[in-house]
Antibody, heavy 113, light 108 residues
Framework: EVQLVESGGGLVKPGGSLRLSCAAS????????MNWVRQAPGKGLEWVSS????????YYSDSVKGRFTISRDNAKNSLYLQMDSLRAEDTAVYYC??????WGQGTLVTVSS | ENVLTQSPGTLSLSPVERATLSCRAS???????LAWYQQKPGQAPRLLIY???SRATDIPDRFSGSGSGTDFTLTISRLEPEDFVVYYC?????????FGQGTKLEIK
């Protein structure tokens, strides 16, 4: 079964850090470009970051550039998002996603004092 | 940034009717890398269409995508009760990747 499972979300104070992980199974992870997408409560979808299969091409939205870092470990079938200098407006469900297939169920990040 | 504008914002139809959802891009979508997603309340988005017209795995054939360049359409040929949720278009052809604001399909 093709599956993406996110972890690492939680409550953090403004200015704090979190590291999200996404474990992939059921498909050849190393072949796929991967993305992080977020959805603030009651809002639409917002693309956050992308990484190609070899980690050569990496892109960020302007809203997270300089604060978030995407990475992957193809040997561990895992995708990561290091989030630093978190702000209240980063509060959202964060999804791990491919472009042409499944998404994970998401992990909630809440930034609040 | 390639801004995607979905129309209408809300579409009111009855079951068994045909739905036509539009997504217009401010710039040509590179490679026609345009996807459509369905999102039910409390659930993750589900991929329906990628590459503008390729149906994703296990998606019923009543869902179809068409278009190229800047104008794209998602058609649901015969609405089922479970189809009355929110739909998003998404371009992944050029960074920054972007999503439309969504179309809510509601029962008339």
């Amino acid at each position: 079964e093709v599956q993406l499972v996110e972890s690492g979300g939680g409550l953090v104070k403004p200015g704090g850090s979190l590291r999200l992980s996404c474990a992939a199974s059921g498909f050849t992870f190393s072949y796929y470009n991967m993305n992080w997408v977020r959805q603030a409560p009651g809002k639409g979808l917002e693309w956050v970051s992308s990484i190609d299969s070899s980690s050569f091409y990496i892109y960020y939205s302007d809203s997270v550039k300089g604060r978030f870092t995407i990475s992957r470990d193809n040997a561990k079938n895992s995708l990561y998002l290091q989030m630093d200098s978190l702000r209240a407006e980063d509060t959202a469900v964060y999804y791990c996603a491919t472009n042409t297939g499944p998404w994970g169920q998401g992990t909630l990040v809440t930034v609040s004092s | 940034e390639n801004v995607l504008t979905q129309s209408p914002g809300t579409l009111s139809l009855s079951p068994v009717e045909r739905a036509t959802l539009s997504c217009r891009a401010s710039q040509s979508v590179a490679g026609n890398y345009l996807a459509w997603y369905q999102q039910k309340p409390g659930q993750a988005p589900r991929l329906l269409i990628y590459g503008a017209s390729s149906r994703a795995t296990d998606i019923p054939d009543r869902f179809s995508g068409s278009g190229s360049g800047t104008d794209f359409t998602l058609t649901i040929s015969r609405l089922e009760p479970e189809d009355f949720v929110v739909y998003y278009c998404h371009q992944y052809g050029s960074s920054p990747y972007t999503f439309g604001q969504g179309t809510k399909l509601e029962i008339k």
